[in-house]
Antibody, heavy 123, light 110 residues
Framework: QITLKESGPTLVKPTQTLTLTCTFS??????????VAWIRQPPGKALEWLAL???????RYSPSLKSRLTITDDTSKNQVVLTMTDMDPVDTATYYC???????????????WGQGTMVTVSS | QSVLTQPPSASGTPGHRVTISCSGS????????INWYQQLPGKAPKLLIY???QRPSGVPDRFSGSKSATSASLAISGLQSEDEAHYYC???????????FGGGTRLTVL
């Protein structure tokens, strides 16, 4: 059974850097085609894709946020980490990590999601 | 304003069929496969359809997807009260060089 869980601060101040950790189990990150993505959702608004890292260390970023994002993996800990610099109140959202299965054939088909973690940006 | 256009709301009565549309362009739906997600209130999204019309294991065959040119549709037959949720389309955009989500459609079961 595949599970993912997000962890990190619930409150960050403007201009600070946010670091979120996705801890996963039930799959091997060395399997061809597998990936882990980050997606966020501001309160009452639509989903917004942020970043994706593949089993072969191929990394993809949202073009509009690329300069602020870094995604890395620590396979020894079964974790994927997302950092976002220069946080702003508009970045207040629920942040999800999700599993990209090897069969999906798409960069944006994610079959298992974490429960999400709410991050508020406020001074 | 998303590059993918979905109606903000849709509704249907139990047992009937409803369709939700997703309109895009040649750089996204027209050249890449589309995916659909269901998000129940207060929950994480769930993958309903991938690669235009494929269902992940466990998704009932009441849910089906189709694509034509630069538009796509999600159909839900035998509507149930538990289908009340937000539905999002998602696809890669070649111009933006990244995935995009539609603005979402809130489905109400009357």
């Amino acid at each position: 059974q595949i599970t993912l869980k997000e962890s990190g601060p619930t409150l960050v101040k403007p201009t600070q850097t946010l670091t979120l950790t996705c801890t996963f189990s039930g799959f091997s990150f060395s399997t061809t085609g597998v990936g882990v993505a980050w997606i966020r959702q501001p309160p009452g608004k639509a989903l917004e894709w942020l970043a994706l890292i593949y089993w072969n260390d191929d990394k993809r970023y949202s073009p509009s946020l690329k300069s602020r994002l870094t995604i890395t993996d620590d396979t020894s800990k079964n974790q994927v980490v997302l950092t976002m610099t220069d946080m702003d109140p508009v970045d207040t959202a629920t942040y999800y990590c999700a599993h990209r299965p090897s069969y999906s054939g798409s960069h944006i088909a994610y079959d298992i999601w974490g429960q999400g973690t709410m991050v508020t940006v406020s001074s | 304003q998303s590059v993918l256009t979905q109606p903000p709301s849709a509704s249907g009565t139990p047992g009937h069929r409803v369709t939700i549309s997703c309109s895009g362009s040649s750089s996204n739906i027209g050249s890449n496969t589309i995916n659909w997600y269901q998000q129940l209130p207060g929950k994480a999204p769930k993958l309903l359809i991938y690669n235009n019309n494929q269902r992940p294991s466990g998704v009932p065959d009441r849910f089906s997807g189709s694509k034509s040119a630069t538009s796509a549709s999600l159909a839900i037959s035998g509507l149930q009260s538990e289908d009340e949720a937000h539905y999002y389309c998602a696809v890669w955009d070649d111009i933006l060089n990244g995935p995009v989500f539609g603005g979402g459609t809130r489905l109400t079961v009357l």
